[in-house]
Nanobody
Framework: QVQLVESGGGLVQAGGSLRLSCAAS????????MGWFRQAPGKEREFVAA????????EYAESVKGRFTISRDNAKNTVYLQMNSLKPEDTAVYYC?????????????????WGQGTQVTVAS
């Protein structure tokens, strides 16, 4: 199956930037999209962004629109999440995932493969 590995997390001050990477190994041929989710302690995993393979369209949570950008490098088999103007409320473990079902991109239930996550901490 597809294996996903996130990297690029770390500690930044409010207003700073980070770029997260999600490297995929194995065939991703059957997936519909790649998504980014995040989860803070004691909270549900929430949708952040998604890139639909067919056409390259993107979706973003309202809370990150204008600040985060999802993109891909096909040659490196990698998806990125550029995070600018970071806020303390962005602090969470960030996960990438492959979507295989026809469910909404906003729902974790629509995704079949997950990475182990990378910690993002934004200090105030």
């Amino acid at each position: 199956q597809v294996q996903l590995v996130e990297s690029g997390g770390g500690l930044v001050q409010a207003g700073g930037s980070l770029r997260l990477s999600c490297a995929a190994s194995g065939r991703t041929f059957s997936s519909n999209a790649m998504g980014w989710f995040r989860q803070a302690p004691g909270k549900e995993r929430e949708f952040v962004a998604a890139l639909i393979w067919n056409g390259g369209s993107t979706e973003y949570a309202e809370s990150v629109k204008g600040r985060f950008t999802i993109s891909r490098d096909n040659a490196k088999n990698t998806v990125y999440l550029q995070m600018n103007s970071l806020k303390p409320e962005d602090t969470a473990v960030y996960y990438c995932a492959n979507k295989y079902s026809r469910g909404t991109v906003y729902s974790p239930e629509a995704y079949g493969s997950w990475g182990q996550g990378t910690q993002v901490t934004v200090a105030s």
